[in-house]
C-alpha cells in the first residue's frame, strides 16, 4: 500500500502473498482536498484460480450469445425466404410450416409440383433456413445436362483433361456445393446414364474429377425437384428406383394455381409492384373486379402463366388504371401465350391431351417472349423464368 500512497496510482488485479497463500486485490489511495493522505486494500479473488474459472465462464457466455446471435440472424434471413412464397391460403400456410420443420434436418428433400408452382423458391427456403446457409446453393438444370458433358459439370476437371480444358481445371457442381446445398432441378427429365452416375456420388459422397485420380470427399445437402410422375417413370423404366429412394426421404408436393386460386389477389399485386419497379412506372390502380377475373381463369401455366399475364397487361394499361378490357383485349392474340377461361388450350390439340396442351402453352409463351425481345434469347429467359439452355431446349421442341 506504501507504493499506492506513493505514487497515487490505484493497482487493480494485483496479485498479494499472504502467508502461504496468494490473492488477487486492489489497492485504492484515498484522498482527501486532492492531496493523497493513505490507501486501501481489498481481496477480490481468493486466488488466480478463481480468476481463471471466472474468464472461463464468461468465454462460455460469450460464445453462447454468439451461438444465439448466429441463429437469430439466420433464422431471421431464412423467413424473408420464407415470405418469398406469397399466400395466406391453407395450402401455402401448410407448405410453409413444413419448410420450417423440414429445413433443419440434413437429408434430401424432393419437391413435387407443376411447372411453374415455384419449386426453386422453396428449394431456396430450404438452404436458407439450414445450419448450412452460410454455404453455396448450387442449383443444377438436371434436363439441360448433355451426356457427353456431364461428369465435367457435375464433378469437373484437371488442367489438360480434354481438348477445350481450362488449364486450371475446373470444379464441378458437386464441390461447389460442399457444406451447403447442391438443387437438381427437372431430375425426372435426367438421361438414365446420368442417374447411374449420380447415385454413385449420392452413396459414396466421393467425387472423382475427369482426369484425376484423387477422389475428393464432398459434404452436401441433396434438394431435388420435379414437375413429372416419378412412380409412372420407374413402371416405364425412365428413370432408376434405388435413385427414387436415394432422393425422396422427405417429399414436398406443391399446390397448384388451381388448389390456390384465394392466392391470386396477393401475388397479383406483389407481381405489379416487381414490374412497375422493373419498367420505372408507378403502380397502377387495380378494377374493382380484376381479382374476380383472374380467380375465374383456367391457369395451366400456374404463377408463371400469371406473373406472365399481369406483366402484359400492364404494359397495355392505360392512365395508370388495370382493368379487365386490359386482359380481354389481347389474352387470345396468336403467339400470345395465353387465353380466358372459355378458350382451353386441349380443345385445339389432337385428343386433349393435358400434356400436349401445356406444351402448347409453353410453345406460345417462348414464341411470345422471343418477339417481345426481338430475338434475344437471354432477355427471353430471363422474362420466361428459365434457364437459357431450358429455352434452347423449348425452341428445338
Known sequence: ????????????????????????????????????????????????QQVQAMARRINALEAQVEAFKKETQVSSKGEEFLDAIIGKSPAIQSLREQ???????????????????GKELVARALHMLSPRSDARLVTVNAAALPESLVESELFGYESG???????????????????GTIFLDEIGDMP???QSKLLRVLQDRMVERVGGDKPTHVDFRLCSAT?????SFIDQGKFRMDLYYRISP??????????????????????????????????PEVDYNVNEYLMERSWPGNIRQLRHVLERAFVFADEGRLTVTDFE???????????DTESAFADNVPGGKLKDALDDLERRLV??????????????AEFLGVSRSRLYKKMEN
Open 329 to 339: 383485349a389481347h389474352a387470345a392474340e396468336p403467339g400470345q401465350g395465353d387465353s
Open 250 to 283: 422427405i417429399v414436398l408436393t406443391l399446390p397448384s394455381l388451381e388448389e390456390r386460386l384465394e392466392d391470386i389477389p396477393l401475388l397479383a399485386n406483389h407481381f405489379l409492384r416487381e414490374v412497375a419497379g422493373q419498367l420505372n412506372r408507378p403502380m
Open 161 to 179: 483433361s480434354f481438348t477445350g480444358a481450362a488449364k486450371k481445371g475446373k470444379p464441378g457442381k458437386f464441390e461447389l456445393a460442399n457444406k
Open 192 to 194: 438414365l446414364e446420368v
Open 227 to 231: 414437375n413429372r410422375d416419378l412412380q
Open 367 to 380: 414464341e411470345d417472349a422471343l418477339s417481345r425481345f426481338k430475338g434475344n434469347k437471354k432477355k427471353a
Open 1 to 48: 500500500l506504501h507504493h499506492v500512497v506513493k505514487t497515487g496510482v490505484a493497482e487493480v488485479g494485483q496479485i498479494q502473498r499472504m502467508g502461504s497463500s496468494e490473492r488477487v486485490v486492489s489497492r485504492h489511495p484515498i484522498r482527501r482536498d486532492d492531496k493523497v493522505v493513505g490507501a486501501i486494500g481489498r481481496v477480490m479473488f481468493k486466488g488466480p
Open 99 to 117: 419448410i420450417r420443420k423440414i429445413a433443419p434436418l440434413d437429408i434430401p428433400v424432393l419437391i413435387q409440383g407443376e411447372s411453374g408452382t
